[in-house]
């Protein structure tokens, strides 16, 4: 019977338990949107994660959507990143790169003069997003043309061949929670007649295409995948979410992806959401998807354990409680108390909330 803290291979990545970090975004990147050199030691800490997802990472300057978050797609962002990368590896750690595009989850004070948040139809978001003035509402995005659609799947594959310059073990395609490859998923949000929209097949397109990009250019087993089925996070909907991610699964099964990264439920709320009056099944994607399989959302030290033993999932994603507990594989092994969480200081700042939350020996002292 498999235990959270056995090793696992996932794909090329060999990890030394199956405690995931999952990505947080934290606002306190760098000028330049390059990471910050206090983000060295914040993931440092957390090293004895078998895995550590970075925080979202912009592929593009029209990915960014919120204040302060790290890119990849500069030469200076990629340099930026390699002390991180290396003293993860030095302390016996490995991390990939989240890639983001957050499409119309954006503000134009976040982009390049005259430019606005595109997306797959020039719909409005019911969102707000983080900037230097606050919280405000998401700007109006225009459609992407069916000429830039091949462009936006080379980012993804630019800032894949990046990453791996810049010393991650991989990268996470972030697909989940309303951005953009979530927006061209759902009807909801993708109203476009061309190729790319109307069915299931034609709205799965451009994530397939930017999967089989980042693969060809830095192979599957170092390439990950994260999706929510059923979170309403960005605005979105979908008429039939398990035909949408049945299909999404199956189509992805050749490629032999290193893992795919379920969000359960309401990202950050509620596991029990039902879509048509029926609760999504996780298990039925997964038997389509035939690829390792990380499970996150709410999980505590029980549900954790009970996942990877069971077999439900093969490893275990946790959000918040690696942001106060940087020693969070060892305190779940000892069943050991938890640090409380800061809330105040989850969003922007300096290291107050971000580098000094306690290990276990000095939280006993």
């Known amino acids: 019977m498999p235990s959270l803290f056995d090793p696992i291979r996932l794909g090329e990545l060999e990890l030394a338990n199956r405690v995931v970090m999952a990505p947080l975004t934290r606002n306190r990147a760098g000028p330049g949107q390059t990471a910050a050199p206090m983000a060295v030691t914040y ?20 990915g960014q959507g919120y204040l302060d978050t790290p890119g990849i797609h500069s030469r200076e962002q990629v340099e930026s990143w390699k002390p991180v990368t290396r003293a993860v590896h030095e302390r016996g750690g490995k991390i990939v790169l989240q890639l ?65 310059e810049a010393g991650f073990d991989g990268v996470e395609v972030h697909g989940a929670n309303g951005y953009l490859l979530d927006q061209f998923l759902r009807d909801g949000a993708n109203r476009r007649t061309d190729a790319y929209g109307g069915s299931i097949e034609n709205r799965a397109r ?12 830095i192979g599957a087993g170092r390439t990950g995948l994260r ?15 398990q035909a949408l991610f049945g299909h999404v699964a199956e189509q992805l099964a050749p490629l032999g992806l290193a893992y795919l990264h ?33 499970v996150n959302n709410g999980y505590d030290r029980a549900l954790a354990i009970d996942a990877v033993a069971d077999g439900t999932a093969d490893v275990v994603a946790f959000g918040r409680p690696f942001i106060s507990n940087p020693d969070l594989p060892r305190r779940l092994r000892e069943d050991a108390p938890m640090n409380a969480l800061d809330a105040d200081t989850l969003y922007g700042g300096g290291a107050k909330g971000y580098t000094d939350y306690p290990a276990l020996e000095r939280a006993a002292a």
């Open 100 to 164: 983001w595009h957050v499409g119309r989850i954006s503000h134009v004070s976040l982009l390049p003069a005259g430019e606005v948040p595109v997306a797959p139809s020039a719909l409005a978001a019911k969102a707000k997003t983080f900037t230097k003035d606050g919280f405000v509402d998401v700007s109006a995005p225009r459609a992407l043309a069916l000429e830039e659609l091949p462009g936006i799947a080379d980012q993804y594959r630019v800032a894949a061949r990046h990453a791996l």
């Open 262 to 294: 379920l969000i359960e439920g309401e990202t950050g709320g509620s596991r029990e959401v039902t879509a048509n009056g029926k609760p999504f099944d996780y298990q039925a994607m997964r038997t389509r998807a035939k690829t390792p399989w990380m």
């Open 206 to 217: 451009l994530l397939l295409e930017v999967m089989r990009a980042v693969s060809d250019e």
């Open 227 to 241: 999706l929510s089925p059923m979170t309403s996070f960005g605005d979105l909907g979908d008429s039939d979410p």
């Open 43 to 62: 993931y440092a800490q957390r090293a004895s994660a078998g895995l550590i997802i970075s925080e979202a990472t912009q592929v593009h300057p029209l």
